[in-house]
């Protein structure tokens, strides 16, 4: 047979290809690319066959059962596994093959334009050396597929001796689909990795086991709250397997980190000027040793301290203890579900501004003071459910209220006179009152107010 018209590179994983051992298989997976002749010549292809050896072949590596084949491109499809004897492939007698055949799904397919990738993965014998990896090209140079003729190439592998290997260590969202790294908090993290190790310890960033066992993968179903690096430890040797007479494990590793877009911090201590666009959640103690700038929500379950100044040109929430060792300049609304406590003073001062509060009490064992002058809106009331105290007079439109035990003098504006009690007896008990015409206020005696 003639070579092919295509272009065929492979890529293999572990690379090199690796030989099982006895009591641990191991997976070999190979992908070939398909491309386009370098010349630019236009091929067309209606069929391609690629096979591996199912048994040994003049000592060489082999696969132990049928690979798993698969295609990348959806003009492509693989119709037919099969382990077929090595004359139907033209080659010698007494050997086996894998083999898969792939053709495109449509003939305007059959010009190869674009590279197209086949895999196949499957468990690799204990055999090492070359393992063949045949292909068998139906293709031409027109569109006549009557005109196509066989070609074959035989790419020859190395199948090494098992190494200890630890790599592809990644994390993915719960749906396992591309590598990440970036979540959101407590979302699933699955983490997997690739090795011929036995057995594995997976440690989060505080060194924490967070999961042990032969298994190549994990899942966080909480995810995680903050950016963390995990550390992955493996090991050729059982974790049932002890130490005894000095032996000593040989241990790879592999470190993986995985940020959080949305942190819970324990604690955050800011030198300079820490700047929020969006929400700010503390569950512990938030300290800024200079401006403290929040344009969005901060929340704060616990205590927050501001050296300097605290500016939030929005919502702020305190769920906990707000202390302000300097100025605290709210824009927007300063929401306090706890205690608000001001050792110094609280102005509310601007015309546009109001200070709203269900019930003001003074400091505990003393009086509440007031030192201006207040004003009661027209249409509220003032309700006091007690005493009433007024040093001075008490006025209402103007003109001075007459209390309990307050002295006065009446006088009749209609016949002008001041009423006054004679000193003329009627009988023992009794006196008759009389008006002092010239109108001059009487200053003997006043008339005692009471209440019944």
Avoid at 60 to 83: C, L, N, R
Avoid at 120 to 136: A, D, E, F, N, R
Avoid at 306 to 325: H, K, Q
Avoid at 338 to 362: M, P, Q, W, Y
Wanted: overall charge negative.
């Amino acid at each position: 047979m003639s070579d092919p018209l295509l272009s065929y590179r492979t890529a293999t994983r572990p690379a090199p290809l690796q030989a099982s051992s006895p009591g641990t298989p191991v997976k070999g997976t190979i992908n070939l690319a398909v491309a386009p002749p370098p010349g630019g010549q236009d091929v067309y292809c209606d069929q391609i066959k690629v096979a591996v050896p199912a048994n040994e072949q003049g000592g060489g590596a082999f696969f132990t059962e049928q690979p798993v084949f698969s295609t990348s491109s959806d003009k492509w499809i693989t119709t037919t596994f099969a382990q077929i004897a090595g004359q139907e492939l033209g080659l010698e007698a007494g050997t086996t093959w894998w083999r898969a055949i792939f053709h495109p799904v449509a003939e305007e397919y059959d010009l190869i334009r674009d590279p197209v990738d086949f895999g196949l993965s499957g468990t690799l014998s204990t055999s090492t050396g070359s393992l063949t990896y045949l292909i068998l090209e139906h293709s031409g140079t027109t569109t006549d597929r009557s005109s196509h003729t066989n070609k074959k190439a035989e790419l020859t592998l190395v199948v090494t001796e098992p190494v200890f290997y630890l790599q592809g260590f990644l994390a993915r969202g719960a749906e396992a689909t591309a590598p990440r790294t970036k979540f959101t908090g407590g979302s699933p993290v699955h983490l997997s990795w690739e090795s011929n190790g036995a057995f594995f310890r997976l440690y989060d960033g505080d060194g924490h086991i967070v999961h042990q066992g032969p298994e190549t993968f994990f899942t966080l179903e909480n995810g995680v709250t903050n950016d963390t690096t995990f550390t992955l430890e493996a090991s050729m040797s059982p974790e049932t397997q002890g130490n005894g007479n000095g032996f000593e494990p040989i241990y790879q590793y592999a470190t993986l980190t995985v940020t959080v877009t949305d942190p819970t911090l324990d604690r955050l201590t800011v030198s300079g000027d820490l700047s929020a666009r969006a929400g700010v959640e503390v569950a512990g103690t938030l300290s800024a040793n200079e401006d403290l700038t929040v344009s969005g929500l901060l929340s704060a379950r616990a205590r927050v301290e501001v050296a300097g100044t605290l500016s939030a040109n929005e919502d702020l929430t305190v769920s906990g203890v707000l202390s302000a060792n300097s100025d605290l300049n709210v824009a927007g609304d300063l929401t306090v579900a706890g205690d608000l406590t001001a050792h110094g003073n609280v102005s509310a001062v601007d015309d546009d501004k109001i200070f709203r509060i269900r019930e003001l009490r003074g400091p505990y064992g003393s009086h509440l003071s007031v030192n201006s002058s207040v004003d009661v809106l027209s249409g509220c009331d003032v309700s006091i459910h007690d005493a009433l105290r007024v040093s001075g007079h008490l006025e209402r439109g103007g003109s001075t209220v007459v209390a309990d035990g307050d002295r006065i003098g009446l006088n009749n504006t209609h016949y002008p006179g001041w009423l006054y009690a004679s000193a003329y007896h009627e009988d023992g008990d009794r006196r008759k009152p009389f008006v002092w015409d010239p109108g001059n206020r009487v200053v003997e005696s006043y008339w005692q107010v009471s209440r019944d």
